[in-house]
């Protein structure tokens, strides 16, 4: 199947830094280079920190109170592609990031009226940033967990930079993006929206 390329395509980036805006994220910067490929491949893009909204422990949609994770969801939702871009510490994904796998946990009930989960007809990218080694077992650890809930994941879905091993230069002091970096986004972007194109004119049999 040959995805039609006029169709429009929305994408999402939950950026999962552990600073709060206004300060400068390398896992923000990094968000905004996946979405200038993916603006070129015609999607539709918009980023949420979450450190900057009370996202309250839990794997249920609503955790009710002060809970401000209803509203993310829901960007969440409406997007054909989700970004998940993150940092590494100490080897693993931010805890951010880790507290908004388990609250989207809630969407393996949330079907739709063939049975489906409603995030199936959706796909997953994710980046990560850091200056030690281990961006292939955070970009697995995530990937898994986004699979888990039903996205798919396109051929090279993810992109990465890491400084070398117990420096302190990080992503956003580089004076440029590496061309290897630079193409292997570029390749992440295209993919997903083919791949999001593509599910959104036919997505996977219904469950029986």
């Given at each position: 199947?040959?995805?039609?390329?006029?169709?429009?395509?929305?994408?999402?980036?939950?950026?999962?830094?552990?600073?709060?805006?206004?300060?400068?994220?390398?896992?923000?910067?990094?968000?905004?280079?996946?979405?200038?490929?993916?603006?070129?491949?015609?999607?539709?893009?918009?980023?949420?920190?979450?450190?900057?909204?009370?996202?309250?422990?839990?794997?249920?949609?609503d955790m009710?109170?002060?809970?401000?994770?209803?509203?993310?969801?829901?960007?969440?939702?409406?997007?054909?592609?989700?970004?998940?871009?993150?940092?590494?510490?100490?080897g693993?994904?931010?805890?951010?990031?880790?507290?908004?796998?388990?609250?989207?946990?809630?969407?393996?009930?949330?079907?739709?009226?063939?049975?489906?989960?409603?995030?199936?007809?959706?796909?997953?990218l994710?980046?990560?940033?850091?200056?030690?080694?281990?961006?292939?077992?955070?970009?697995?650890?995530?990937?898994?967990?986004?699979?888990?809930?039903?996205?798919?994941?396109p051929?090279?879905?993810?992109?990465?930079?890491?400084?070398?091993?117990?420096?302190?230069?990080?992503?956003?002091?580089?004076?440029?993006?590496?061309?290897?970096?630079?193409?292997?986004?570029?390749?992440?972007?295209?993919?997903?929206?083919?791949?999001?194109?593509?599910?959104?004119?036919?997505?996977?049999?219904?469950?029986?």
């Open positions: 199947m040959t995805a039609d390329e006029s169709s429009p395509v929305r994408a999402i980036a939950l950026v999962c830094s552990l600073k709060p805006s206004p300060a400068p994220s390398s896992s923000e910067l990094m968000a905004e280079h996946v979405f200038q490929s993916l603006r070129k491949e015609g999607a539709v893009c918009e980023a949420v920190r979450c450190v900057d909204f009370h996202i309250a422990p839990g794997v249920e949609a009710g109170d002060s809970d401000q994770w209803p509203q993310i969801r829901q960007k969440v939702l409406d997007a054909d592609i989700l970004l998940l871009s993150t940092p590494i510490w100490l693993h994904p931010s805890s951010v990031t880790q507290r908004v796998l388990e609250r989207l946990d809630a969407e393996l009930s949330n079907t739709d009226d063939q049975g489906r989960p409603v995030m199936a007809g959706k796909v997953a994710v980046s990560v940033v850091g200056n030690e080694d281990g961006a292939h077992k955070v970009v697995a650890d995530v990937f898994q967990g986004l699979n888990d809930v039903g996205y798919s994941i051929a090279q879905g993810c992109t990465y930079w890491t400084g070398p091993a117990m420096g302190s230069e990080d992503y956003k002091d580089l004076d440029g993006v590496p061309e290897q970096v630079a193409a292997t986004t570029a390749a992440a972007a295209r993919n997903a929206v083919h791949l999001a194109r593509v599910l959104k004119q036919s997505t996977y049999p219904a469950y029986e």
